[in-house]
Nanobody, 124 residues
Framework: QVQLVESGGGLVQAGGSLRLSCAASERTVSRNTMGWFRQAPGREREFVATISWRRVTYYAESVKGRFTISRDNAKNTVYLQMNSLKPEDTAVYYC??????????????????WGQGTQVTVSS
């Protein structure tokens, strides 16, 4: 069982930045694809970004150019740098890990491990 713990969420003004971190408890996920999803009240969970072991990335159209996903394989940690934040980015952000190392894992059903989420609130 892999435990994922997110941190770095909080309240920020529109146009500001936040950096989310996700620490994995197991070294076995160091080569696995990881990513971020988010869910706002009254809305469906949506894909945000993904990064494979070889650091191939993919972003949702709504965050392209503003968010950057990265990882430190030695530390079993993935990050999400969020710039130019908008009120529409307000959501609970979940760190996820897949069971394999494939690129472009975009569907929530293909991720096996989920963190408990961290709240991001962007005020206008």
């Amino acid at each position: 069982q892999v435990q994922l713990v997110e941190s770095g969420g909080g309240l920020v003004q529109a146009g500001g930045s936040l950096r989310l971190s996700c620490a994995a408890s197991e070294r076995t996920v160091s080569r696995n694809t990881m990513g971020w999803f988010r869910q706002a009240p009254g809305r469906e969970r949506e894909f945000v970004a993904t990064i494979s072991w070889r650091r191939v990335t993919y972003y949702a159209e709504s965050v392209k150019g503003r968010f950057t996903i990265s990882r430190d394989n030695a530390k079993n940690t993935v990050y999400l740098q969020m710039n130019s934040l908008k009120p529409e980015d307000t959501a609970v952000y979940y760190c996820v890990a897949a069971a394999d190392s494939r690129d472009y894992v975009l569907l929530s059903t293909n991720y096996d491990y989920w963190g408990q989420g961290t709240q991001v609130t962007v005020s206008s």
